[in-house]
């Protein structure tokens, strides 16, 4: 089956400590990002990379951090510096090589909801 | 950024009326695409619009590509309570970025 898997659903942290959200994805996609959802408000983007070894800051960058190892794996860590990180975080990938990163078509994984105690 | 406006921001029917929500902007896009969020789950692709004036079904769902290219509707035909959701818009601007907007909720009375 091809597709994007996130783990934990559901994952709780209590203050002062990090943690580290997975995203894989089977897609062979080279570009893969990752988004926070709060109520309400629509897509914000924290970090997306194009290729292997290489990532760039999104719009809300702070507080996060990235690494791209794989192809197929973007890990999304939360600091104890993020301020208020109970939210939906999503994570994404798109397909096409050659195509400007944020000009692609993306699919999304199914979810982590982060829950800080 | 560029701005997309979603309305309406939520909205109550009845199991088998027809729905219409629509995303607008005051800037040109190159391609819109709509998304369904279940609750607690990721948004997935509904239907993608290429060209302006296009419509495309998937369906029960019907989108079109606005004319002006500045905005996009989908309609949602005979609603069953699985449509309820949060559904998206996303547009590309100047064929550099997808910007989306903040979605329209739907709730579907039995």
């Known amino acids: 089956d091809g597709g994007i898997t996130q783990s934990p659903k559901y994952l709780f942290r209590k203050e002062g400590q990090n943690v580290t959200l997975s995203c894989e994805q089977n897609?062979?996609?080279?570009?893969m990002y990752w988004y926070r959802q709060d109520p309400g408000q629509g897509l914000r983007l924290i970090y997306y990379?194009?290729?292997?070894?290489?990532?760039q800051k999104g719009d809300i960058a702070e507080g996060y951090s990235v690494s791209r190892e794989k192809k197929e794996s973007f890990p999304l860590t939360v600091t104890s510096a993020q301020k208020n990180p109970t939210a939906f975080y999503l994570c994404a990938s798109g397909p096409g090589q050659g195509i400007r990163v944020h000009a692609q078509i993306q699919y999304f994984g199914p979810g982590t909801r982060l829950t800080v105690l | 950024g560029q701005q997309l406006n979603q309305s309406p921001q939520s909205m109550f029917i009845q199991e088998g009326e027809d729905v219409s929500m629509n995303c607008t902007s005051s800037?040109?896009?190159?391609?819109w695409l709509w998304y369904k969020q279940d609750p607690g789950e990721g948004p997935v692709l509904l239907i993608a619009l290429y060209k302006a004036g296009e419509l495309t079904s998937n369906g029960r769902l019907t989108a079109q590509f606005g004319i002006t290219r500045k905005d996009s509707f989908l309609n949602i035909s005979a609603s069953i309570p699985s449509d309820v959701g949060i559904y998206f818009c996303a547009g590309l601007y100047n064929f550099n970025k997808f910007y989306f907007g903040s979605g329209t909720k739907l709730n579907v009375k039995p």
């Open positions: 897609l062979n996609h080279d570009a």
């Open positions: 800037s040109i896009f190159n391609t």
């Open positions: 990379s194009q290729i292997v070894n290489d990532f």
